[in-house]
């Protein structure tokens, strides 16, 4: 079993930042993705950023140039830098990961952090 352990949300303001952060742990060989997404209420659940363990990134075209995403490869970690973020930018954020937990098992797992909520105020 693999734990995902959001933090860093809040309240700001309109053109605040926020750093959000997740660590996994538990079984855990390789992570093939980790990431962000977002669901505000009433929408689907979408893709913020993700990282890819070939060292790829995937932005949502909302995060684009406000958004940053990183990791701490050694921690098992990643961070989401959210800069000029706006009201419509609140909502539940995700972190998501795809886990591959022995080299003796061929087969990843997706598992899902509990979520933090992102309050923009205008």
């Known amino acids: 079993q693999v734990q995902l352990v959001e933090s860093g949300g809040g309240l700001v303001q309109t053109g605040g930042s926020l750093r959000l952060s997740c660590a996994a742990s538990g079984s855990i060989f390789s992570i093939n993705l980790m990431g962000w997404y977002r669901q505000a209420p009433g929408n689907q659940r979408e893709l913020v950023a993700i990282?890819?363990?070939?060292?790829?990134?995937n932005y949502g075209d909302s995060a684009k140039g406000r958004f940053t995403i990183s990791r701490d490869g050694d921690k098992n970690t990643t961070y989401l830098q959210m800069n000029s973020l706006k009201p419509e930018d609140t909502g539940v954020y995700y972190c998501?990961?795809?886990?591959?937990?022995?080299?003796?098992?061929?087969?990843?797992?997706?598992?899902w952090g509990q979520g933090t909520q992102v309050t923009v105020s205008s």
């Open positions: 990282y890819t363990s070939g060292g790829r990134t």
């Open positions: 998501k990961a795809i886990v591959k937990s022995s080299p003796r098992i061929a087969a990843s797992y997706q598992y």
